[in-house]
């Protein structure tokens, strides 16, 4: 058996100089950082300023504009769904009205603390990429978080409607 011929050697001219250039972070890395650090703030600023006057009801305040119910399920059902609640949910968290945040949906409590803690991740990830470092990789434990988060609303849902 024959040994397959060598490769032509590249001259050195024409080979990129890898230390020379700056290594750049995948655009679409960096927008998606971007884009959910800003969406998981504007939740969190949300919560914080958005109000619920009674059980039913989410208002802009100083305005005193009611939200409309976004539920398909509900509308069609009458019956709620695993995250009917999570709104008013996130906000009594966002003031400090953990009972009531537990009565809208207890499994929000979950989802609210997972939307927080996107703001540190994703902006270390964002300087992580800046500096030239490669992203952390948790795979397994955002996995484990959704399907944890998947069990949570399920579960709570299944207990309110048969139990």
Not at 82 to 101: D, K
Not at 140 to 150: E, G, K, P
Request: positive net charge; contains cysteine; glycine residues 8%.
């Amino acid at each position: 058996m024959e040994n397959p011929p060598p490769l032509p050697a590249v001259p050195r001219a024409a080979a990129p100089d890898l230390e020379a250039a700056a290594w750049q972070p995948p655009l679409g890395d960096v927008q998606l950082h971007w884009t959910l650090l800003g969406l998981s703030a504007g939740v969190l600023l949300l919560s914080l300023v958005l109000q619920v006057p009674d059980e039913a009801a989410v208002q802009i305040p100083v305005v005193k504009w009611p939200l409309p119910g976004v539920c398909s399920f509900k509308r069609v059902t009458g019956r709620d769904c695993p995250g009917c609640g999570l709104t008013r949910c996130f906000i009594s968290l966002g003031h400090g009205q953990w009972e009531r945040a537990w009565h809208y949906n207890p499994a929000g409590i979950y989802f609210f603390a997972i939307v927080a803690a996107q703001i540190p991740y994703r902006a270390l990830q964002l300087w992580r990429l800046r500096v030239g470092r490669a992203e952390l990789s948790p795979r397994y434990l955002s996995t484990f978080v959704l399907v944890s988060l998947i069990a949570a609303l399920l579960g709570q849902w299944l207990v309110r409607a048969f139990v």
